[in-house]
C-alpha cells in the first residue's frame, strides 16, 4: 500500500511524457544505494539463470520481442 503522498507522486510523474519519465527513472536508480543496486543486480541474474535454464529443459516458450513487448507496452499504458 502506497502513502497518499507517493501516490501522488507517482500520479504526477505517470502524466510525464515519456523522455522526461526515463530521465526521472535514471535519476531514481542513480539515487539507489550499492548495496540496494547490487542486490537488485543479483536478482535478476538468479531471474536470467532459472528462465534460462527453464528454457533448456523444454519447460518454457520462448517468445519473440516483436510479440513480447507491445504487449508489455499496454500492460504499462504506455
Same mark, same amino acid.
Given at each position: 500500500?502506497?502513502?497518499?503522498?507517493?501516490?501522488?507522486?507517482?500520479?504526477?510523474?505517470?502524466?510525464?511524457?515519456?523522455?522526461?519519465?526515463?530521465?526521472?527513472?535514471?535519476?531514481?536508480?542513480?539515487?539507489?544505494?550499492?548495496?540496494?543496486?547490487?542486490?537488485?543486480?543479483?536478482?535478476?541474474?538468479?531471474?536470467?539463470? @532459472? @528462465? +534460462?535454464?527453464? +528454457?533448456?529443459?523444454? @519447460?518454457?516458450?520462448? $517468445?519473440?520481442?516483436?510479440?513480447?513487448?507491445?504487449? $508489455?507496452?499496454?500492460?504499462?499504458?504506455?
Amino acid at each position: 500500500m502506497m502513502s497518499p503522498v507517493l501516490e501522488k507522486v507517482e500520479k504526477e510523474a505517470l502524466a510525464l511524457p515519456e523522455p522526461e519519465r526515463a530521465t526521472l527513472v535514471e535519476h531514481l536508480v542513480n539515487s539507489l544505494s550499492d548495496r540496494v543496486l547490487n542486490e537488485v543486480d543479483e536478482a535478476w541474474v538468479a531471474e536470467a539463470e @532459472r @528462465r +534460462y535454464n527453464e +528454457y533448456r529443459q523444454g @519447460r518454457r516458450t520462448p $517468445i519473440a520481442a516483436k510479440d513480447f513487448f507491445p504487449g $508489455i507496452r499496454k500492460a504499462l499504458g504506455w
